[in-house]
């Protein structure tokens, strides 16, 4: 590198965001991932001792170390390194790399490091290449990934690697992480005359959900829009930390992880009749930018799953909340996505209608068994069948629309549905009862 590539790489380096520039160097430096790199931890050890031999993958929202752990590794590694991100790199860069690798361990028997940002970018095909070198030791991956590896990841490659989760960071060590920018002359604002009040950091780290980058771009927002006062300091106060970070930044992935996570705890907090938590994950979603046909989709469901003839009407009333939202749209289809929740979350509970899967099973394990003769239809039998066998007895044909006769084929128990008399199905416990007792007579 010659002297003006050395000037130019350097200008860069200062011009980067903040975020970028404060990346920590180290593994001292690595905020909130001590059940990873804490002193003694297995990858730690393998970082310090530069025996990373195993291929891993990285897993967690953005913003918290992920690529930054990488980035340490590459700096104390004695391999050499090499970085490619899925969203731009293709199946012929990885081939160029790929031979490069075993070019460069057969020559100077030197181990390659290949870091994959976004491995879960690439198709099975573009995962299959990384294979063989992951096999023979050529390459030790390390993917990073905000999607579950278990999902958008091959198996054999997972198979072949360790997975690390990375939590979110908490907001006390995002407000360390910004202190650290107010006072770093290197990489951070140490230089020029800053005066950030404690609320306004506490904002920026409570409002940024534990991101970090989210945090740091609200800080460097904050400092380069504020004018220095008379005396040249420039004053970082909570009206100007809420101007520079105005909305939370939701962690939320429409087909990732915090999707299922918050769909999943919304209707378990439907389930469970608890109205107020229901209604969180619901304004979660929203505010994130669900589509609300997937939201009304889902309630759809729990009103026959989880409600079903404990409250009959619970399907009328989502269905009727759901052409509401298509005629009036939003924001005001908000009003009948809350009430639809609150419907089925208020409402009595019975899973009796899952007594299908029951029937099911049934049929799946044991097969099919033709039904009574007299329940068939009469032109697909023969003359002696009728003659042999009971006749169908009319049910209208008897006091109250009823009379006992076998419904279910012979050799069939049944016994599927039993409800729980919550709800409505009081009415259907007492019905049924006082069928069996007339059965019996």
Avoid at 256 to 281: M, Q
Avoid at 302 to 317: N, Q, R, T
Avoid at 324 to 342: C, D, I, K, R, S
Wanted: aromatic fraction near 8%.
């Amino acid at each position: 590198m010659d002297l003006f590539e050395h000037s130019r790489q350097e200008q860069i380096r200062q011009e980067a965001p903040l975020a970028a520039r404060m990346r920590p160097r180290t593994l001292d430096e690595v905020l909130g991932q001590v059940h990873i790199v804490g002193q003694g931890r297995l990858l730690r050890r393998a970082i310090e001792s530069d025996r990373l031999f195993t291929s891993i993958i990285f897993w967690g929202p953005p913003g918290v170390g992920k690529t930054t752990l990488a980035a340490v590794i590459a700096n104390t590694t004695r391999a050499h390194f090499e970085t490619l991100n899925a969203v731009l790199a293709g199946v012929a860069d990885l081939r160029k790399l790929v031979a490069e690798a075993k070019d460069r361990r057969a020559m100077y028997g030197t181990r390659t490091l290949l870091m994959v940002d976004e491995i879960h970018r690439w198709n099975k095909a573009q995962q299959d290449g990384l294979l063989p070198v992951v096999e023979d030791g050529t390459i030790t991956l390390i993917g990073a990934t905000t999607e579950n590896p278990y999902f958008s990841i091959i198996g054999p490659l997972l198979s072949r690697s360790r997975i690390f989760r990375f939590n979110i960071l908490s907001a006390e060590a995002i407000q360390d992480l910004l202190g650290r920018a107010l006072v770093d002359k290197e990489r951070g604002y140490g230089k020029r005359n800053i005066v950030a009040e404690a609320e306004a950091l506490a904002h920026l780290a409570e409002l940024s959900d534990g991101d970090a980058r989210t945090a740091l771009n609200g800080l460097e927002l904050a400092v380069e829009s504020t004018p220095p006062d008379a005396e040249g300091v420039i004053h970082i106060t909570l009206e100007v930390a809420e101007e520079s970070i105005q909305r939370r930044a939701l962690q939320y992935d429409k087909s990732g992880d915090e999707h299922y996570n918050t769909i999943s705890a919304f209707i378990k907090a439907i389930r469970g009749s608890d109205p107020d938590a229901a209604l969180y994950y619901l304004a979660k979603m929203v505010s994130a930018g669900e589509d609300p046909r997937f939201i009304f989709r889902r309630l759809i469901v729990a009103a026959a799953e989880d409600i079903g003839l404990a409250s009959p009407m619970s399907v009328s009333v989502v269905m009727a909340c759901a052409q509401a939202f298509e005629w009036v749209g939003m924001p005001e289809g908000q009003y009948h996505l809350a009430e639809a929740t609150l419907y089925l979350a208020t409402a009595p509970k019975s899973n009796s209608v899952g007594a299908y899967w029951g029937a099911l099973e049934e049929l799946q394990e044991r097969g099919y068994r033709p039904p009574p003769i007299y329940l068939r239809d009469p032109r697909t039998l023969l003359k002696n069948e009728t003659r042999e066998q009971p006749g169908y007895k009319y049910p209208h044909d008897y006091p109250g629309g009823w009379v006992a006769q076998r419904y279910l084929p012979e050799g069939v128990k049944g016994g599927w549905f039993a409800p729980k008399g919550y709800g409505y199905e009081q009415k259907i416990v007492e019905f049924l009862n006082k069928r069996r007792l007339d059965s019996e007579k």
